[in-house]
């Protein structure tokens, strides 16, 4: 998987005069199961969360509330998207190193992942990151 493969994906809204509702179901918006669900939030400004590959999970994040960019290189190229609408989300193939920037005041990043956590699974060093990339 490289970075061609990860992509936005639009969610239904379904919107009347008391507001906005968004769905996202395992294997119907997002093309996995859903193991577990976490959220960043109170990130200060300026600060960076990520930096690292998972090798194995994938990843569904959604800017519930205000703005930040994620940063996806698969060791060839990067690329980076901005997220900012709760009716859309970046579906985040495994093996791919990624970080997370620019929050704003009160940003709420949503997160769902098809594994359970596991701290094997995380490369932290980008350049072993890019030998493990190479070797694949
Ligand atoms: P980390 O994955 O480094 O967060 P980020 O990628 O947003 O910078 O996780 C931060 C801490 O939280 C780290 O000590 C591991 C712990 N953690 C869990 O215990 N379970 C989880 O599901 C996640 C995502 C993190």
Request: charged residues 30%.
């Amino acid at each position: 998987m490289g970075i061609q493969d990860s992509i936005i994906i639009n969610l239904q809204k379904i919107g009347d005069r008391r507001g906005n509702l968004s769905i996202i179901e395992e294997h119907k918006q997002i093309p996995f199961e859903i193991k577990r669900v976490y959220y960043l939030y109170d990130v200060p400004g300026g600060e960076r969360r990520g930096g690292h590959a998972y090798k194995d999970n994938q990843e569904f994040i959604v800017a519930l509330s205000g703005s930040f960019d994620v940063k996806l290189d698969d060791g060839i190229g990067v690329k980076t998207f901005s997220l900012n609408r709760s009716y859309y989300g970046l579906y985040v193939p495994a093996g791919l190193w990624r970080e997370m920037e620019n929050f704003s005041t009160n940003s709420l990043a949503l997160i769902l992942s098809s594994t359970d956590y596991d701290e094997r699974d995380y490369i932290m060093n980008y350049e072993e990151f890019k030998q493990w990339r190479e070797k694949r």
